[in-house]
């Protein structure tokens, strides 16, 4: 009987979703990239493009791994100090300690999810606000990650073959025309895993109804707090698959680096359709969202928009995005 319930609230949450908010995301992305294709004969030009793909890679997982967070109904203010905390532990088992790239892809990702048990336990059996938990974690990651790299870069030259996780391209090797990073690939292969996981599995059925009615699941018998800490996990191994994409990129784990990432991640999020009162988002909708955010960034800046006014109509759209959320909740109120 109390599986029934939590199904009846799981399959609420996922009716009460509308395709609409995905085609107007998509339908925002072709206009961006129309205008500003007619705006600038460079911008539709293949290495712009693949440029767009690959500053979508860190962003775009990042933002999956806050997409699971805030269907819950929460917030993670951390996955940026996190995403670079991943990274300077990669850089200190392959440097530091010379151990084999896999070890260290490992540790890193293992980092991450360790991180974020620690903030889901604090969220769920400290009761800690989300929003305090995560900036605490937050400020906690930024001084450990300085701390542990001594303030300094850790380089990964001791470790040849550590760019191809982000820069290489497997793809390429395989059709030559299309040069794709592999840190895009990597991106697809996060969301693609994601969306099975939000839509087939056990966590994401409850990670849906802890957004819906938290409280309605609890009293069907379901330990939400286990649930919970499992959802904070699971995004922080995500944000440690980031760390490592980034630190491939810049072929070194930058400690100074992360802060301010959050911000962008969590526009991607509520740019694609994700409810910040949770109950309800997609991964499909972040990805675009993060490509919104990449298209309008490097558009932008083809047009010689200064740094700055990128920054406003960035936060214009977001406030948009969060205004149109409220109007729908109304709507289906």
Known sequence: ?????????????????????????????????????????????????????????VNGVLAVAATFVIITGGIDLS????????????GVFLTYWGLPMPVGILAAIAAGALCGSISGAIIAKMKVPPFIATLGMMMLLKGLALVISGTRPIY????????????????????????????????????????????????????????SNEEAVRLSGVNTDFWKIIVYTVSGAICGIAGLIIASRLNSAQPALGQGYELDAIAAV?????????????????????????????????????????????????????????????GQG
């Open 156 to 211: 990964f030259n001791d470790t040849p073959n550590f760019p191809m996780i982000s820069q290489e391209s497997l793809i390429g090797t395989i059709l030559p025309f299309l040069p794709i990073p592999n840190g895009v690939l990597i991106l697809f292969v996060v969301a693609i895993v994601s969306s099975i996981v939000l839509t087939r599995t056990a966590l994401g059925r409850y990670t849906f109804a802890l957004g």
């Open 270 to 330: 509520v740019i694609g359709g994700t409810s910040l009162s949770g109950g309800r988002g997609t991964i499909l909708g972040t990805i675009i969202g993060a490509l919104i955010i990449s298209v309008l960034t490097n558009g932008l800046r083809i047009l010689s928009v200064a740094q700055e006014w990128q920054t406003v109509v960035t936060g214009i759209i977001i406030i948009l995005a969060v205004y149109a959320d409220i109007l729908r909740r109304k």
């Open 1 to 57: 009987m109390a599986e029934q319930e939590t199904r009846a609230v799981i399959k609420s949450a996922v009716l009460s979703q509308g395709a609409w908010q995905k085609i107007l995301a998509f339908a925002s992305l072709i206009a961006l990239m129309a205008v500003f294709s007619i705006a600038s004969e460079n911008f539709l030009q293949r290495d712009n493009l693949i440029g767009i793909l690959q500053a979508t890679a």
């Open 79 to 90: 996955v940026g100090t996190l995403m670079t905390f991943c990274a300077v532990i990669a």
